[in-house]
C-alpha cells in the first residue's frame, strides 16, 4: 500500500500530521504501508515555482493512493492564474483522471446538536453524493470572452457531457447505491438543459443492468430544497460537476461541521485522491486549532475504497466515534461552553482510541 502524502498549505501539514500517526499504528500493526511526502499547492510555488511539480506529480502516479490536506491563502491569491494553489489540485485530478467524487454526509449522532438544521430533520442522517469530476461546465470548450455584437462584453462557457463520462459516473451511483439500501438519486436540470436531457435518458438506460436499484430523478432546484427539508429521504444522490460541487456543500452543512467530512476522488479501477472537504483556513493555521477529524476519515475511505480494507475503514472510524463520545470537540465543534482540545490532542485521542481497538 504505496500512499503519497500532499500536505499542501495553511492547517493541511497540521491535520495530515495527524493522519500519518494514525497510518504509523496500522503500519506497526502489520499493515505494509509505506508513504512519501511531497508540495502542493502553494507549498508547490515555494518549493518549485509550480502548484503541481513535476516530482509531486511522479510521485502521486507511482502511488496507489495520495492523502491531501488542503490548498491555498492569502499569500497566493494574488499569483497568475496558472500558478494558483487550485490549478495544482484541478490538475492532479485531470493527470491522474479522478472522475468519481465521493462526498458522505453523515451526521454523528453525537454532534446532532452542531447542526444548523432541527435535530429530528437531521439525527441519522448518512447520504452519499456521487459527484463527476471531470466534465461538465469546468471544462467544456468553447470558454471565454468576447464582444458581442451590440458591442457588450460578454463572458461564455459551454455545458458538456458525452454518453462514455455520463455512463462511468452513473455505474459508480449504482454501485455504490448497491451496496447501500439501493436506491438512486439522478439529479439533473432536463426540463431546460439539453446536456441534462442526454444525462437523464443515459442514467435511466443504465438501470436495466441494476435491477436491484431503485432508480429516481430530480431537478436540481428541487433537490437543493430537499436536502433541507427532508435530507433523509436521500441514500446515494449522482450528479454533474457544476451541480455536485454546490449540492455537496449544501449537504456537508446538514451534517454540522465542515472539519468532519472526509471525501474520495476515484479513477477507473479504484485508485484516489482523499482529501477533508474543507480548504486550508489560514485563518488559523499553526495555531493548534483546526480539526484532523475529516483527514483521519479521509484515510479510512482509502482503506475501504483504494485498499479494499473495510475492515481497517471500520476501525479509523471507530475510533473517531469513540473520541466524540468521549466528549473530545475541536472548537468548530464546540457547542458554546464546551470544553475544546486542540489539533494534537485530537490527534493523540484518536491514536489512543485505535490501539485499544
Ligand atoms: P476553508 O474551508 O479553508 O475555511 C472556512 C472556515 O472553516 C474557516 O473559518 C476555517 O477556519 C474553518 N475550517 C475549515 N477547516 C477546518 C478544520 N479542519 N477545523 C476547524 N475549522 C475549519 O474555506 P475558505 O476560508 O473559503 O478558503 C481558505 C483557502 O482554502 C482559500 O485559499 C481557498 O481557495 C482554499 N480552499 C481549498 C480547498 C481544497 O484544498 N480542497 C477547498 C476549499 C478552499
Partial sequence: MKIAILPGDGIGPEIVGQAQRVLDVLRDDGLAISYDTAPIGGAGCDAAQDPLPPATLALARAADAILMGAVGGPRYDTL?????????????RRELGLFANLRPALLYPELAAASSLKAEVVSGLDLLIVRELTGDIYFGQPRGRRRNAEGADEGFDTMHYSVPEIERIARVGFEAARKRSGRLCSVDK???????????????????????????????????????????????????????????????????????????????????????????????????????LATILSLAMMFRHTFAHADVAQRIEGSVRSVLRRGLRTGDIALPGEAVVGTRAMGDAVIAALRSS
Avoid at 80 to 92: A, F, S
Avoid at 266 to 292: F, M, Q, S, T, V
Fill in 80 to 92: 497568475p492564474r496558472p500558478m494558483r494553489p487550485e490549478q495544482g489540485l484541478l490538475r492532479i
Fill in 190 to 292: 432536463a426540463n431546460v438543459l439539453d446536456t441534462s436531457i442526454l444525462w437523464r435518458e443515459t442514467v435511466t438506460r443504465l438501470a436495466a443492468d441494476y435491477a436491484d436499484v431503485a432508480l429516481t430523478h430530480m431537478y436540481v432546484d428541487n433537490a437543493a430544497m430537499q436536502l433541507v427539508k427532508n435530507p433523509k429521504q436521500f441514500d446515494v444522490i449522482v450528479t454533474g460537476n457544476l451541480f455536485g460541487d454546490i449540492l455537496s456543500d449544501e449537504a456537508s452543512m446538514l451534517a454540522g461541521s465542515i472539519g468532519m467530512l472526509p471525501s474520495a476522488s476515484l479513477d477507473a479501477n479504484g485508485k484516489g485522491l482523499y482529501e477533508p472537504i474543507h480548504g486550508a483556513a489560514p485563518d488559523i493555521a499553526g495555531r493548534d486549532l483546526a480539526n484532523p
